[in-house]
Nanobody, 114 residues
Framework: VQVVESGGGLVQAGGSLRLSCTAS????????VGWYRQTPGKQRELVAS???????NYADSVKGRFTLSRDNGKNTVTLQMNSLRLEDAAVYYC?????????WGQGTQVTVSS
């Protein structure tokens, strides 16, 4: 099983980035996929998640700015991040979960400059 994040990088505050999470080796359509982020010294926090039915859930801090979608045909979940703020800077991780099966990606760095 592989879960791979991509799309991180450096962006100015107010800008946009699109993160992708692609999984292989699993029946992806069954999985709830979540994006989490972590900064040094802090706990990993949930940013957004999407379940197998396509229902989404967002942290209050990103509502209205981030949009999560999935394409089961491509085994991919995409996090569109708009109006980025300095406080959005973190390593972003993708987690795929179905029942007790949990798979994490290696993370992708998002840096937001002023």
């Amino acid at each position: 099983v592989q879960v791979v994040e991509s799309g991180g990088g450096l962006v100015q505050a107010g800008g946009s980035l699109r993160l992708s999470c692609t999984a292989s080796g699993i029946l992806f359509s069954r999985y709830t996929v979540g994006w989490y982020r972590q900064t040094p010294g802090k706990q990993r926090e949930l940013v957004a998640s999407i379940n197998d039915g396509g229902a989404t859930n967002y942290a209050d801090s990103v509502k209205g700015r981030f949009t999560l979608s999935r394409d089961n045909g491509k085994n991919t979940v995409t996090l569109q991040m708009n109006s980025l703020r300095l406080e959005d800077a973190a390593v972003y991780y993708c987690k795929s979960q179905w029942l007790s099966l949990v798979y994490w990606g290696q993370g992708t760095q998002v840096t937001v400059s002023s």
